[in-house]
């Protein structure tokens, strides 16, 4: 297991991955970019995605599906940052997080409706809300906020 | 978790269930609770670190209860 500081730098360096590119690193990458072993890089991805954060892997690689707020499996929120679109939210409501990692730009959300397809746009920068379209948008799930323990992809 | 254009359009919806109708609320809602300091830490540059600090407070308080 690593130590926390480690497992500190590897949460940045995935993160910062996310923000630049808009989809997660390989674990040879995380590894190379943290001067370790491609097989400690394998590890210790897996240890953070495991550590009890809403974040997973595809069942049975070591691919990043999900870390939140972002997702590197396209979703129907599709992000943009300052005009420009390259990311996609976890969810709808993790889509309402992406602001925190874009300081002092204005991140929009694309989003269809799932009942009738028509479209959604949402626009944030920072602790504002800055246009909604159209008025009278809500969230909703049927769940349990994370999913139900027992199906959770994630602990 | 998702959006919808209306409340009338979540109540639509093939998979509206009204047993989780609670969770049914206004975006605002839940952009102030996506605004919470657990969001928000994410971008601290010792974010596993701090979680783990949250991890072991919540233990001590449920300890102290």
Redesign the interface.
Known sequence: MADLETQDRAYRNINQYFIERGFGPHYTELAADLGLPPDEGRELLREVIESGIPAWQHPGTDYIVSFPPFNSMPTQYRISVDGKQGWFAQCAFESLAVRWHFPGQTVRVDAPCLDCGEPIVLEMCDEELLSVEPEGVVGYTYGEIGGSPEDRPYR | ???????E??R??S???P??EQ?????????E???GEM??A??R?????W??EQ?RQREREQEGK
């Open positions: 978790m998702n959006f919808f254009r209306s409340e359009h979540a639509n919806w998979q509206w269930n047993e989780a969770q049914l609320q206004p975006l605002e809602h839940y952009a609770r996506f605004a969001f928000r994410r971008v540059p010792d974010f596993m670190s979680l783990d991890r």
